[in-house]
T-cell receptor, first 113, second 109 residues
């Protein structure tokens, strides 16, 4: 059973399009995250939700909008895609926001043409 | 200066060797320290999670934290080809998790 699952695994699309990435966790965790990993493997947090409430919002263009319909799901919608958005996007979850380690999905590889 | 510095490698060692991976950090507020392993085209997988200074052992893996020097290490004993991956250190205080850039490790059979 996959603990943190993301769809789709691969996303190839044209510049200017709008796309969404979905994430679900079946671990019963309260906190979920979105990370961006660039071509040099640097992993940087974008957003975090705790019990459906936004608690971390890093300096991310407002073209990126997370949505948490319930605490098991955190989706990422991206408007007007740009070439620089090409990266691997990882979803993660943790028991709570305080001290617990994070568990990651296998990523969504986004390529902008 | 980055909050977390990690030698990106690549690092190649023969099978059976002891591997030492290291990170330094500048933020005194960091209290929780983690090591993740990431295989190609996979998500980071938690290997070790420590809180205090000292050593923590789990099988062939030992995590070491020296808060006074702001230095953490991961040792892999009897390295295997299956240990070939990118290893990411990560740490946090009361807020977000901050990652190192990762060290790419190859174990040569």
């Amino acid at each position: 059973d996959t603990a943190v699952s993301q769809t789709p695994k691969y996303l190839v699309t044209q510049m200017g399009n709008d796309k969404s990435i979905k994430c679900e966790q079946n671990l019963g965790h309260d906190t979920m995250y979105w990370y961006k990993q660039d071509s040099k493997k640097f992993l940087k947090i974008m957003f975090s939700y705790n019990n459906k409430e936004l608690i971390i919002n890093e300096t991310v263009p407002n073209r990126f909008s997370p949505k948490s319909p319930d605490k098991a799901h955190l989706n990422l919608h991206i408007n007007s895609l740009e070439l620089g958005d090409s990266a691997v996007y990882f979803c993660a979850s943790s028991q709570d926001f305080q001290n617990q380690p994070q568990h990651f999905g296998d990523g969504t590889r986004l390529s902008i043409l | 200066q980055k909050e977390v510095e990690q030698d990106p490698g690549p690092l190649s060692v023969p099978e059976g060797a002891i591997v030492s991976l290291n990170c330094t950090y500048s933020n005194s507020a960091f209290q929780y320290f983690m090591w993740y392993r990431q295989y190609s085209r996979k998500g980071p997988e938690l290997l070790m999670y420590t809180y205090s200074s000292g050593n923590k052992e789990d099988g062939r893996f030992t995590a070491q934290v020296d808060k006074s020097s702001k230095y953490i290490s991961l040792f892999i004993r009897d390295s295997q080809p299956s240990d070939s991956a990118t290893y990411l250190c990560a740490m946090r205080g009361n807020e977000k998790l901050t990652f190192g850039t990762g060290t790419r490790l190859t174990i040569i059979p």
